[in-house]
C-alpha cells in the first residue's frame, strides 16, 4: 500500500493525522482550563517526557554554550509566543476567522523567514502551491453567516480585532522559530531539540499564567473535569510527543515551507473529525 512512499511522506501524512485531531483535545482543555496554564502544563510535560525518552535512546547531546541563545529564541517563539497569544485570541474570534488566519498564513509565515534567512530558495512552483493552499482554506473556512458569533462575548471593546491579531501573531512567531530551529537540528537529534524547547517554552508559559492569567493558581488543584484531562493527555502524547518530534524531523529535512504545508492539510481532517464528532454526541 505505501510502495513507493519515502520516510518523510508518511511522516508527513502522520503529522497532517495528528494535528489534524488536536483542536477536540484544545477545545476540551480551554473551555475548562485558562487557556495559558492549560497549554504551559501539556508543553512543560511534554518536554520533560520528551527529555527523558531521548536519554533512554541514547540521544543525548553535549550542550555547547554558543547555542543556548538559539535554543531560548526558538522556544519562546515557536511555543511560548505561538500557543500563548493563539489560546488566548481563539476565546474572542469565531473558529472560520481563527482558521483562515492560522493555518493560511502559517506556510506563508513560514516560506517568508526561510527566505530572509537564506535557508530556502524562491520558486515560481512553491509560490503557485502557497496560493493555491490558502485560496482552499478561505474558500473552507471564511464564515459563511455575517451573523456567527465569537466563542465568548466580549470581555473588552475590541476583544475580537485584538483576538484576531494575536491568532495571525501566531501564525509568524511559529514560522520565525521554525526556520532558526533548523541550524539546531543539523547539529543536535531532533528528539533533543524537541525535548528542550517544549520544556523552555512550556515553563514560560506556565510562568505567565500563575503570573498574570485569572484563575490559574486555583486550576493548579487540577479539578478540571474528565473531558479537559483526556485533552490534556492526548495533546501531550500525540500533539507534542509524536506530532512535534515529527515536525522537526520533516523541518530538518525537507525544510520550513514543505514541512509547513501540513496547515493545508490538517484543516480538512479536522473538519470531517468534527463532523463526526457532533455525530457521535447527537
Same mark, same amino acid.
Given at each position: 500500500?505505501?510502495?513507493?512512499?519515502?520516510?518523510?511522506?508518511?511522516?508527513f501524512?502522520?503529522?497532517?493525522?495528528?494535528?489534524?485531531?488536536?483542536w477536540?483535545?484544545?477545545?476540551?482543555?480551554?473551555? &475548562?482550563?485558562?487557556p495559558?496554564?492549560?497549554? /504551559?502544563?501539556? %508543553?512543560?510535560?511534554?518536554? +520533560?517526557?520528551l527529555? @527523558?525518552?531521548?536519554?533512554?535512546?541514547?540521544?543525548?547531546?553535549r %550542550?555547547?554554550?554558543?547555542d543556548?541563545?538559539?535554543?531560548?529564541?526558538?522556544?519562546?517563539?515557536?511555543?511560548?509566543? $505561538?500557543?500563548?497569544?493563539?489560546?488566548? /485570541?481563539?476565546q474572542?474570534?469565531?473558529? /472560520?476567522t481563527?482558521?483562515?488566519?492560522?493555518?493560511s498564513l502559517?506556510?506563508?509565515?513560514?516560506?517568508v523567514?526561510?527566505?530572509?534567512?537564506?535557508?530556502?530558495?524562491?520558486?515560481?512552483?512553491?509560490?503557485?502551491?502557497?496560493?493555491?493552499?490558502?485560496?482552499?482554506?478561505?474558500?473552507?473556512?471564511?464564515?459563511?453567516?455575517?451573523?456567527?458569533s465569537?466563542?465568548?462575548?466580549?470581555?473588552?471593546s475590541?476583544?475580537?480585532i485584538?483576538?484576531?491579531l494575536?491568532? &495571525?501573531?501566531?501564525?509568524?512567531t511559529?514560522? $520565525?522559530?521554525?526556520?532558526?530551529?533548523?541550524?539546531?537540528l543539523?547539529?543536535?537529534?531532533?528528539?533533543?531539540?524537541a525535548?528542550v524547547?517544549?520544556?523552555?517554552? !512550556?515553563?514560560?508559559? @506556565?510562568?505567565?499564567?500563575?503570573?498574570?492569567?485569572?484563575?490559574?493558581?486555583?486550576?493548579l488543584? !487540577?479539578?478540571? /473535569?474528565t473531558?479537559?484531562?483526556?485533552?490534556?493527555?492526548?495533546? +501531550?502524547? %500525540?500533539?507534542?510527543?509524536i506530532?512535534y518530534?515529527?515536525?522537526?524531523r520533516?523541518?530538518?529535512?525537507?525544510?520550513?515551507?514543505?514541512?509547513?504545508s501540513? &496547515? %493545508? +492539510?490538517?484543516p480538512?481532517?479536522?473538519?470531517?473529525?468534527?463532523?463526526?464528532?457532533f455525530?457521535?454526541?447527537?
Amino acid at each position: 500500500m505505501f510502495a513507493g512512499v519515502n520516510k518523510n511522506q508518511l511522516r508527513f501524512l502522520m503529522l497532517c493525522a495528528i494535528w489534524g485531531s488536536t483542536w477536540i483535545g484544545t477545545k476540551a482543555g480551554i473551555e &475548562a482550563v485558562p487557556p495559558l496554564l492549560f497549554a /504551559g502544563t501539556r %508543553f512543560t510535560a511534554a518536554g +520533560v517526557l520528551l527529555l @527523558l525518552y531521548a536519554s533512554t535512546r541514547g540521544e543525548r547531546a553535549r %550542550f555547547k554554550i554558543q547555542d543556548g541563545f538559539r535554543f531560548a529564541a526558538v522556544s519562546i517563539l515557536m511555543i511560548t509566543l $505561538c500557543y500563548g497569544p493563539l489560546f488566548w /485570541g481563539m476565546q474572542y474570534i469565531d473558529s /472560520g476567522t481563527a482558521a483562515v488566519l492560522e493555518m493560511s498564513l502559517t506556510p506563508i509565515a513560514l516560506l517568508v523567514f526561510a527566505l530572509l534567512l537564506n535557508e530556502e530558495k524562491l520558486d515560481v512552483r512553491r509560490i503557485l502551491a502557497i496560493a493555491l493552499g490558502v485560496s482552499g482554506l478561505i474558500v473552507l473556512f471564511w464564515p459563511t453567516s455575517p451573523n456567527t458569533s465569537s466563542p465568548t462575548s466580549e470581555a473588552f471593546s475590541g476583544a475580537s480585532i485584538w483576538g484576531g491579531l494575536a491568532v &495571525a501573531s501566531a501564525a509568524f512567531t511559529y514560522g $520565525c522559530g521554525s526556520v532558526l530551529a533548523r541550524p539546531l537540528l543539523r547539529a543536535y537529534p531532533a528528539l533533543f531539540v524537541a525535548g528542550v524547547t517544549t520544556l523552555v517554552g !512550556g515553563i514560560v508559559l @506556565l510562568i505567565a499564567a500563575l503570573a498574570f492569567e485569572p484563575g490559574a493558581i486555583s486550576a493548579l488543584s !487540577g479539578n478540571w /473535569g474528565t473531558f479537559a484531562w483526556l485533552g490534556w493527555f492526548f495533546l +501531550v502524547i %500525540f500533539g507534542s510527543l509524536i506530532g512535534y518530534t515529527t515536525f522537526m524531523r520533516l523541518l530538518r529535512d525537507i525544510g520550513a515551507s514543505r514541512a509547513g504545508s501540513y &496547515a %493545508f +492539510v490538517s484543516p480538512v481532517i479536522a473538519v470531517a473529525l468534527g463532523a463526526a464528532f457532533f455525530v457521535t454526541c447527537h
